[in-house]
Antibody
């Protein structure tokens, strides 16, 4: 069974940093694009970043470029999101999600339970 | 990276059909077949209901169907049931190995 388990969320001050992790199991992790998607309280889903199978290609929503870095360790079946220079508007539940395995990263087939990041002084 | 446009809310009575629209641009919805729809109940994780415009994952009732015309994708739910009350989000491939979500639509079953 596919499982994605996020960790690392918490309360951080504006300007601070946080590193999220996503532990994957139940599938061949190195074969799939992976995503980070966030949802601010009471708001909709927002794609944050994604990374290809070998970790050499990644993409970001404009609002986090230069501040967030997505990475993966295929040996550890783990996905990461390093978040720096955090702002209040980054407050959200952050979901890790797996693509459906197509040629392009298009369908978020499996989702983790999410981890809450709160940026506040 | 502009979000796709969805109505904020739709409603219908049990047994009726409702359609949720998702409007993008030529560069996202218009040129590709990678449009998906996600259902999210309050406090729950999103679940894919439709992918590649019209395909249903196993386990999703055939009451859910998808379509596309020009720059607008649509999700239709027929034979509405109380359990369908949820938020629905469209998502489209946006080129360059990126995706974009719609703002979400709240479906109320009257």
């Amino acid at each position: 069974e596919v499982q994605l388990v996020e960790s690392g969320g918490g309360l951080v001050q504006p300007g601070g940093s946080l590193r999220l992790s996503c532990a994957a199991s139940g599938f061949t992790f190195s074969s799939y694009w992976m995503f980070w998607v966030r949802q601010a309280p009471g708001k909709g889903l927002e794609w944050v970043a994604n990374i290809n199978q070998d970790g050499y290609e990644s993409h970001y929503v404009d609002s986090v470029k230069g501040r967030f870095t997505v990475s993966r360790d295929n040996a550890k079946n783990s996905l990461y999101l390093q978040m720096n220079s955090l702002r209040g508007e980054d407050t959200a539940v952050y979901y890790c999600a797996r693509d459906d395995g197509g040629s392009y990263p298009t369908t978020l087939e499996w989702w983790g339970q999410g981890t809450l990041v709160t940026v506040s002084s | 990276q502009s979000a796709l446009t969805q109505p904020r809310s739709v409603s219908g009575s049990p047994g009726q059909s409702v359609t949720i629209s998702c409007t993008g641009t030529y560069s996202n919805i218009g040129v590709n077949t990678a449009v998906s729809w996600y259902q999210q109940h309050p406090g729950k994780v999103p679940k894919v209901m439709i992918y590649d415009i019209t395909k249903r994952p196993s386990g999703v009732p055939d009451r859910f169907s998808g379509s596309k015309s020009d720059n607008t994708a649509s999700l239709t739910i027929s034979g509405l049931q109380a359990e369908d009350e949820a938020d629905y989000y469209c998502c489209s491939y946006a080129g360059g190995n990126t995706v974009v979500f719609g703002g979400g639509t709240t479906l109320t079953v009257l």
